[in-house]
């Protein structure tokens, strides 16, 4: 029997508005996800076991044991059914890991869906949103796609209006970051300092709606970029790398270390990954654009 395949989107959150941590550890947030056209492919194929392969250009670095959120998804989907996860899934990954671009949360979001239809589940779609709040906070946007806002950890989501296209440069950094090690990092920092309430910036809902990329610019925010640059001081480098040569913001991807620039069009992204690759101080780049469908069965 032939596989089935999903593509999923990676995300970059236009504004990340982190609240005090909770007593469950977790932080309340208004995160303004966006997807963005970088995507990982999951195939799902029936395997006597569940098995796990990866390739691409940071496949090493993927963990291809239980912990992979693929393999999370394929178990708590059979386990909702009474099923043993025998399948399959190999990941081709084109998002950077662990970058602060939801690569793990989206290999989740494709390994439910292909395994949903692999065996013929038909879960309805509300169902396989709450699955997805399961493996993690970032895994239900994987699913939808577009631009959403997220609230509580993340994944109490509502879509929102977005037009478009907005044109990114990513740079990819050395190695990754740990989300937990940058929220602990975003606690340190916060001590004796009281954070408001996260809301969402309507200047930056508007920039949105309206497809308006210089208002858009000027909205972005992300509280955990000083906990990253903390973490890892070279992306301030990166940063100003990506502002020199002419994007119109820069700012950290998520928890990070990859780098986000939104740039005027298709031929400024050109010009500011050559700067980008030319300063040294990335190890990639990778042009993108918004918004971006959800997962999706090809
Ligand atoms: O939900 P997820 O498993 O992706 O979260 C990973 C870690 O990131 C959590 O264990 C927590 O340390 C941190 N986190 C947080 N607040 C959120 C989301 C994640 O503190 N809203």
């Known amino acids: 029997m032939s596989g ?7 995300k970059v959150n236009v ?17 303004v996800f966006l997807a963005v056209s970088l995507y990982d492919e999951v195939t799902a194929t029936p395997a006597d076991t569940l098995t796990i392969t990866c390739e691409g250009p940071d496949a090493d670095r993927v963990p291809l044991d239980r912990g992979n959120l693929a393999a999370r998804a394929a178990e708590l989907l059979a386990a909702r059914h009474g099923l043993s996860p025998d399948v399959h899934l190999h990941i081709a990954k084109a998002i950077p890991v662990a970058g602060g671009m939801a690569g793990g949360s989206a ?11 692999l065996w013929g589940l038909g879960t309805p779609r ?7 709040a399961e493996l993690g906070s970032d895994v239900p946007f994987s699913l939808v796609g577009g631009a959403a806002l997220g609230v509580g950890r993340g994944e109490r989501l509502t879509p929102l209006p977005v037009a478009g296209p907005f044109h990114w440069v990513f740079a990819v950094a050395d190695g990754g970051l740990s989300t937990p090690a940058v929220y602990g990092e975003f606690d340190r920092l916060a001590e004796g300092v009281e954070i408001p309430e996260p ?21 972005l925010v992300n509280d955990l970029q000083p906990a990253a640059l903390s ?9 100003a ?39 040294g101080t990335c190890r990639a780049t990778r042009p ?7 997962a999706t069965l090809l």
């Open 4 to 10: 089935v395949t999903v593509r999923v989107p990676a």
């Open 241 to 279: 790398a990506g502002t020199e040569a002419g994007a119109l913001a820069a700012l950290v991807s998520g928890s990070g270390p990859t780098t986000a620039f939104l740039v005027k069009d298709a031929e400024s992204a050109e010009a500011v990954a050559a700067a980008l690759t030319a300063s």
């Open 199 to 219: 809301v969402a910036s309507p200047a930056l809902l508007d920039a949105l709606a309206s497809g308006d990329t210089t208002a858009l610019a000027a909205a």
């Open 126 to 132: 509300e169902e396989l949103l709450e699955l997805c």
């Open 15 to 31: 504004q990340l508005a982190v609240g005090a941590a909770r007593p469950d550890g977790f932080h309340d947030l208004a995160s």
């Open 288 to 294: 993108a654009t918004s918004p971006a469908p959800g």
């Open 231 to 239: 973490l890892r001081p070279s992306l301030a480098a990166t940063l």
């Open 107 to 117: 290999d989740g979001a494709g390994a439910l869906l292909a395994c949903d239809a």
